[in-house]
């Protein structure tokens, strides 16, 4: 069964320092999103990405945080400045454009990268 | 925005009984409830979903209810095993133009005692 990739694993870097994410998406998928998760708190959405653009973000997704697809296969998210409260699981997720059928609406989620700022 | 509250928190039972965890949402527009699964360190693992245009669905030993009216869904578990042990999460998203955003549950902690 595809799946959706995510590297690295675990990501320990020092505040202020960038960091990017990286995601491979189900092949046929053209809906992507990015989700964190602070230990022991719900999964909260942060972007939805469709057709080269960010189709809605939350209030969590300011200025330090961008998404690219920079070719065909992967969906990055990168913070810029990291600070203390940006630790957590950040989930990447690929939704498929069918029209109708039971896949239409199911988001498919990557194993997460735990990201580590100390 | 929307607004989907989970409740209990945590959630023992012992195994073969039932568990069950109910959830709300805000936004009468949501019609799409995904259930996932998460244990340790892992992935959010859709278990089963329900969409706004039905009341019931059921799955083995897993099933869902949707109230549209009173805004409420829950999950259902019988004959629960040790494996079931893990966090649950409900959530609620809608399709708006095709885009859309999954807003989860605070979560349960299911522990089943063997």
């Known amino acids: 069964e595809p799946e959706v990739t995510q590297t690295p694993s675990h990501q320990v870097t020092q505040m202020g320092q960038e960091v990017i994410l990286r995601c491979v998406p189900i092949s046929n998928h053209l809906y992507f999103y990015w989700y964190r998760q602070i230990l022991g708190q719900k999964v909260e959405f942060l972007v939805s990405f469709y057709n080269n653009e960010i189709s809605e973000k939350s209030e969590i997704f300011d200025d330090q945080f961008s998404v690219e697809r920079p070719d065909g296969s992967n969906f990055t998210l990168k913070i810029r400045s990291t600070k203390l409260e940006d630790s957590a699981m950040y989930f990447c997720a690929s939704r498929t454009l069918g029209a109708s059928g039971r896949t239409k609406n199911i988001q498919y989620f990557g194993a997460g990268t735990r990201l580590s700022v100390l | 925005g929307e607004n989907v509250e989970q409740h209990p928190s945590t959630l023992s039972v012992q195994e073969g009984d039932s568990a069950v965890i109910k959830c709300t949402y805000s936004?009468?527009?949501?019609?799409?409830f995904p259930w996932y699964k998460q244990e340790l360190g892992k992935r959010p693992q859709l278990i089963i979903d329900i969409r706004s245009n039905v009341g019931e669905k059921k799955d083995q030993r897993i099933a869902v209810t949707l109230n549209k009216t009173a805004k409420h869904f829950s999950l259902h578990i019988t004959e629960t095993q040790p494996e079931d042990s893990a966090v649950y999460f409900c959530?609620?998203?809608?399709?708006?133009?095709?885009?859309?955003?999954?807003?989860f549950g605070t979560g349960t902690k299911l522990q089943v005692i063997p």
């Open positions: 936004d009468s527009a949501s019609n799409y």
């Open positions: 959530a609620a998203s809608k399709d708006s133009g095709g885009y859309q955003k999954v807003t």
